[in-house]
């Protein structure tokens, strides 16, 4: 691979990290401001709300060079902005070492990565899930797996989408019937929906089992956080990434 297209991936990798920062700031307020969106207004501090000079934008230098503070009124900038960075481009970094030429699956893969690492933030930060990104995966599952048989087959892509919604739908479903209210939020229905259509419904079991497990220890770990509900969908994502790691390190074995 040319270091000219190595470049350019690792760059590209930190402005979407950096564009998943802003996502994540953003996903709440925008429920409630419809006047806020993705591009408008242009970037500002939490803080003092004024808007980011170009320099001030350009991912890890920036925080770098003004030591984690804002350049207007010297508050701390939130440390997941740039762990967000460095994870896409740790997260590049691999899949760039894994191929020895450009290949529109590191693409694919790439983004995969990056919608489940939102809804994993999100989950935890807000216990919500974004139900556009969660479509996206689905949408992704079925194209990938129809033109590429990249995970599995179509068939079991498809089974895997329905399979996914409606079983956390009936568990829910019951759920209600005996305590009266919701135990499962919808979002996770199409969240798990969107794993079944990229891995295929066999993969449905161990994500589900290897979700559940995370999301207990999450809500462990932070109990006085998570007083009555447990962020399934972080746990879910999460299993999603390892899931992905098991299915390529079985390959190459």
Known sequence: MSIEIFIYLSLFALAVGSFVGVFIYR???????EALNLINPRSFCPSCRRQLKIPMLIPIFSFLFLRGRCGYCNEKIEPLYIINELVHLLVMLLILNSYTSFNISMVFIFFLFSIFYTQIILDYKYLRLSISLNILL??????INYYLNFFTS????????MAGYVFLWFINSLY??????VGIGSGDFLLFSG??????????GPILLIGSSVSLLIYVLN???????????????SAAVIYYLIFVIAELL
Do not use: D, H, Y
């Open 138 to 143: 689905m949408l992704a599952g079925l194209t």
């Open 27 to 33: 996903f709440p307020l925008m429920k409630s401001n």
């Open 176 to 181: 209600f019937l005996i305590r009266k209210k």
């Open 154 to 161: 179509l068939e079991e892509s498809i089974l895997g989408l």
């Open 223 to 237: 109990k006085e956080k998570f007083v009555e509900q447990i962020p399934l969908g972080s746990g879910i994502a």
């Open 195 to 204: 794993c079944g259509a990229i891995f295929g419904v066999f993969a449905l």
